[in-house]
């Protein structure tokens, strides 16, 4: 394709992903009011956002080791974070009913802060030690309902797609409520789009969930060491992905049927 049609592409699929987000988080807004409950919009977010908003980017998912994974169980899921993309990708990845820890920055962005909220996503508040470990408390109560707590334990994204080092601080809500942890692994998103860039690009898109990894045995001095298994766990999914075994199941069809610090 001509390069002086790529500024226009990308202004396209801007307008795009923006109209699609914003569209679908207007009517979840609707149905989380009108039920009281999330399940629909949650099943929305995976059948609906997701695979349509990364259709807009010719962007498809390819996943290994879904087998490995009860999906009927609640788990805490910890993944490498390399692009703004991860979100959707994990969406469209994973078969269960997802809630992310996202940084409590999100809560004062418009529209995008309210569907947050309103969907009952963890904030954490990353500069003050003590309150983040209080706000990670409430990920009890969400577990309890029978949701997956989600989160990207590096703290930040990478830059050169290296596994960094995991927070411990991350897996005190896991130790604590006993929710065995699932280690997995995203390829290929920080290609898609880059950190501080707007332009997605063509990329093979791979996602590895690993083996769950119980936590019985640990206690909360033991999160330095669970982290350091989960990351080990993750190095070595990143080094199955390289072996190129990922199985494509992407799809663009909106479905909302129900689905299975420090």
């Not at 099943?43 to 980017?57: H, I, K, N, S």
């Not at 080990?232 to 069809?253: F, P, S």
Request: net charge positive; with cysteine; charged share 20%.
């Amino acid at each position: 394709m001509p390069r002086l049609l790529w500024p226009f592409i990308n202004v396209l699929q801007a307008v795009y992903s923006a109209l699609w987000t914003s569209g679908l988080i207007l009517v979840a807004l609707v149905i989380r009011v009108v039920t009281g409950s999330t399940r629909i919009p949650l099943a929305m977010a995976r059948r609906c956002w997701a695979p349509g908003l990364l259709a807009g980017g010719g962007l498809k998912v390819e996943t290994l080791g879904l087998d490995r994974v009860d999906f009927s169980r609640p788990y805490f899921f910890a993944a490498n974070h390399q692009s703004l993309l991860d979100v959707p990708i994990i969406y469209r990845a994973l078969p269960a009913p997802l809630l992310f820890i996202v940084k409590d920055e999100l809560r004062r962005v418009p529209f995008l802060g309210w569907y947050i909220s309103a969907m009952g996503m963890i904030f954490i508040r990353r500069q003050a030690r003590q309150q983040s470990l209080r706000d990670l408390e409430s990920c009890r109560d969400r577990i309890a309902t029978g949701h997956s707590i989600f989160m990207f334990p590096e703290g930040t994204r990478s830059r050169d797609g290296k596994i960094a080092p995991l927070k411990p601080g991350s897996f005190l809500p896991a130790i604590d409520v006993g929710i065995d942890v699932v280690p997995v692994v995203i390829n290929g998103s920080g290609e898609a789009l880059p950190a501080g860039s707007f332009r997605v690009r063509h990329a093979r898109i791979q996602v590895a969930v690993g083996h769950p990894i119980p936590v019985a045995t640990f206690e909360r001095a033991d999160r330095r060491r669970l982290a350091q298994d989960v990351r080990q766990r993750m190095l070595e999914l990143q080094h199955e992905l390289a072996g190129g075994h990922a199985h494509d199941r992407a799809t663009t069809n909106c479905d909302t049927e129900g689905e299975a610090s420090n």
